[in-house]
């Protein structure tokens, strides 16, 4: 059982309060959804009960890095820049194409490893370019989560491409849908916030990966490109880790975009559900 999702519940029946705490899980292809029930109050000692019902997912977690690293530590060091070059040439298709670029994973294969400029827009085709390298780098070295760190991806990704936003938090209100992002007078004091929380948890690091991720994208701290370096985000939290990385790919765009419009407790669902349903094979 991989329990991924847990909340509260509490049932009126007459003048008494019933609380139950639900659990869903996936069995195969189908979600189970299962509930304890805890007591007419909220016992004190929840948090160990819901950590009792977390234990399987991060036993299931815990695997899949073991199993990661000993397949990766098989591999020659030729072989291993091999294999992140395609990792590169996959997540650059797949985050640049959620954003509209007009590259196929053909064209980012000729880009990335031909160096052959396919006759596509140019500003495509540069942030392509600047995207794998950024990548490459990001996976090459580990640096503490910083601002200066977030500014730099910006700017190295965009600086050719979009030299107004590049390297730089937006300074004026910004609107995503529906979504109204935080006033720009704040950016700088949520961004701290972020990378706080990302240098100072303990929790899993794909959990942390997946929080960070949403919070960084309810900030929407640039004009442009936030959604490519809130999946470099994520992803650099679980390499630095030793997790297996996560592509959101562009097909499954629409379930990705409709569980960030969730609260936080439910887009970590929908990650935890994706990145063991993407690494099952190292489980």
Same mark, same amino acid.
Request: hydrophobic fraction near 35%; aromatic fraction near 12%; proline fraction near 3%.
């Given at each position: 059982?991989?329990?991924?999702?847990?909340?509260?519940?509490?049932?009126?029946?007459?003048?008494?309060?019933?609380?139950?705490l639900?659990?869903?899980?996936?069995? %195969?292809?189908?979600?189970?959804?299962?509930?304890r029930?805890?007591?007419? /109050?909220? *016992?004190q000692n929840?948090?160990?009960?819901?950590?009792?019902? $977390?234990?399987?997912?991060?036993?299931?977690?815990? +695997?899949i890095?073991?199993?990661?690293?000993?397949?990766?530590?098989?591999?020659?060091?030729?072989?291993?820049?091999k294999e992140?070059?395609?990792?590169?040439?996959?997540?650059?298709?797949n985050?640049?194409?959620?954003?509209?670029?007009?590259?196929?994973? &053909?064209?980012?294969?000729?880009?990335?490893?031909?160096?052959?400029?396919?006759?596509?827009?140019?500003?495509?085709?540069?942030?392509?370019?600047? @995207?794998?390298k950024?990548?490459?780098?990001?996976?090459? $070295?580990? &640096? /503490?989560?910083?601002?200066?760190?977030?500014?730099?991806?910006?700017?190295?990704?965009? =600086? #050719?491409?979009?030299?107004?936003? !590049?390297?730089?938090?937006?300074?004026? *209100?910004?609107r995503? %849908?529906?979504?109204?992002?935080?006033?720009?007078?704040?950016?700088?004091?949520?961004?701290?916030?972020?990378?706080?929380?990302?240098? #100072?948890? +303990?929790?899993n *690091?794909?959990?942390?990966? !997946?929080? !960070?991720?949403?919070?960084?994208?309810r900030? @929407?701290?640039? =004009?442009? =490109?936030?959604?490519?370096?809130?999946?470099?985000?994520?992803?650099?939290?679980?390499? @630095?880790?030793?997790? *297996?990385?996560?592509i959101?790919?562009?097909?499954?765009?629409?379930?990705?975009?409709? !569980?960030?419009?969730?609260?936080?407790?439910?887009?970590?669902?929908?990650?935890?559900?994706?990145?063991?349903?993407?690494?099952?094979?190292?489980?």
């Amino acid at each position: 059982m991989v329990v991924y999702y847990m909340r509260i519940i509490k049932r009126k029946k007459g003048n008494l309060e019933y609380f139950y705490l639900q659990h869903s899980y996936r069995d %195969g292809n189908r979600v189970i959804t299962k509930e304890r029930y805890i007591g007419k /109050e909220i *016992p004190q000692n929840i948090e160990k009960i819901e950590e009792e019902l $977390k234990v399987d997912l991060y036993g299931k977690l815990a +695997k899949i890095k073991e199993n990661f690293q000993k397949e990766w530590q098989k591999y020659p060091e030729s072989v291993k820049e091999k294999e992140k070059e395609q990792i590169a040439i996959a997540f650059t298709y797949n985050t640049n194409a959620i954003e509209g670029s007009t590259i196929t994973l &053909e064209d980012a294969q000729e880009i990335i490893h031909d160096k052959v400029s396919p006759k596509k827009s140019l500003r495509d085709v540069k942030e392509t370019e600047a @995207h794998s390298k950024v990548f490459l780098d990001m996976l090459a $070295k580990r &640096e /503490e989560m910083s601002n200066d760190l977030m500014l730099r991806w910006c700017k190295e990704i965009f =600086g #050719e491409t979009k030299p107004d936003i !590049a390297g730089k938090y937006r300074d004026y *209100p910004v609107r995503v %849908g529906n979504y109204r992002a935080p006033d720009w007078q704040d950016v700088k004091g949520l961004m701290n916030k972020l990378i706080q929380f990302i240098n #100072e948890n +303990k929790i899993n *690091p794909v959990e942390l990966s !997946a929080k !960070a991720h949403y919070r960084f994208e309810r900030v @929407h701290p640039f =004009g442009d =490109g936030n959604g490519r370096i809130g999946r470099l985000l994520m992803n650099y939290i679980l390499w @630095h880790n030793k997790y *297996p990385m996560l592509i959101i790919e562009y097909k499954k765009r629409r379930t990705y975009y409709k !569980a960030l419009q969730k609260d936080e407790e439910g887009f970590v669902s929908y990650f935890l559900r994706r990145y063991l349903a993407v690494h099952k094979k190292k489980k």
